[in-house]
């Protein structure tokens, strides 16, 4: 289906989902207030939608059921039918600030510069569970990608963000085949990998590129989704170890072995049992410094402290789990195709 066409089309703001939401509603409310540029809106159903659905709006949307298939492979297939020169790529349960294609365009004119990304902010709306799972990604202990769930002072150059939040040069996209569809989640692992090393270009985190992203509900549903992206990282960490074989991403499995094994160290010499209790007291203590970092973002002292039980328990899972895809797994593929 397309709708109310226009010229000239610079961006192409690509939307893969299942089935529409109220989620989704929001989202498109919130791009019909994006402000300096001209789009087009890319919904990729898996199966069409009702024109009440996107009646009230006065872009240009087009329509393009694609049956059950993977997020890349949705991505993929609204790529086809763009017209913009630029790929805008954000999930359905998130939307833009008003100059976010606006932000965008003037961070293109940096030389070699394909692809640029911001951070994905948790809405106020959430619920609390939501909001904890949200800043429980702010910890410091996270590192540096906090950046990519809260705006971070400079801007920088990454060869790895995920897809809520990047927007892409066509023109680069088309030329590395876009998305690997074989994997999900990950598949933005690989095209940034090709972006950044195959054609040597760069990819740019700009801080006012702001999208707000809706949360997990839930601690198993938070668990479940951090599980796949560590089962999914210790796979690329052999398989693409240009960017996923690094230290940072082996700490969380160092942990789990600690927990797991750890222990023995009691039944050792003094020393050791002492080294072992003194390491518990190390990680208590950067709990305690995550939650003060984590409340001076938010100021919600009760989702700041919230977020210790999740930080721990990511720290496990994740650790499992990249274990799993580093040394167990061999053909990790999305259960979904074409």
Not at 91 to 105: C, E
Not at 200 to 220: N, Q
Not at 239 to 261: A, D, G, M, N, Q
Request: with cysteine; charged share 20%.
């Amino acid at each position: 289906m397309l709708r109310k066409a226009k010229q000239n089309i610079q961006f192409s703001i690509i939307i893969p989902f299942q089935k529409a939401s109220g989620y989704l509603a929001e989202s498109l409310f919130h791009i019909s207030k994006l402000r300096g540029i001209t789009f087009e809106v890319i919904l990729l159903p898996d199966d069409d939608l009702t024109d009440d659905k996107v009646s009230e709006y006065d872009f240009q949307i087009k329509i393009a059921p694609t049956g059950s298939v993977s997020p890349a492979i949705k991505r993929d297939m609204g790529s086809e039918v763009s017209e913009g020169n630029f790929l805008a790529f954000i999930d359905d349960d998130a939307y833009p600030t008003p100059d976010w294609l606006k932000n965008a365009i003037v961070a293109f004119s940096l030389e070699d510069v394909v692809a640029v990304c911001g951070p994905q902010i948790t809405p106020q709306d959430d619920g609390f569970w939501q909001k904890v799972s949200g800043a429980m990604f702010l910890s410091p202990l996270n590192g540096k990608s906090v950046c990519r769930y809260w705006p971070c002072g400079d801007r920088f150059y990454v060869d790895d963000w995920p897809s809520v939040n990047l927007i892409v040069k066509k023109e680069a996209f088309e030329r590395v085949g876009g998305f690997d569809s074989a994997y999900w989640p990950g598949e933005d692992t690989k095209l940034c990998l090709d972006l950044t090393k195959k054609l040597k270009k760069k990819i740019l985190y700009v801080p006012e590129l702001k999208v707000y992203h809706h949360r997990r509900a839930g601690f198993i549903r938070h668990l479940k989704q951090i599980g796949n992206y560590g089962m999914h990282r210790g796979f690329f960490a052999k398989k693409f170890p240009e960017t996923s074989l690094r230290l940072s991403y082996f700490i969380p499995s160092f942990f789990f072995l600690f927990v797991i094994l750890g222990w023995v160290m009691l039944l050792g010499p003094f020393l050791a049992a002492y080294g072992y209790i003194f390491l518990w007291l190390v990680y208590m203590i950067a709990l305690c410094f995550s939650t003060v970092q984590i409340y001076r973002k938010i100021k919600d002292i009760s989702v700041a402290v919230a977020t210790i039980p999740y930080l721990v328990s990511t720290h496990f899972w994740y650790g499992w789990r990249f274990i799993k895809g580093f040394i167990f797994v061999f053909n990790l593929k999305s259960k979904l195709g074409r």
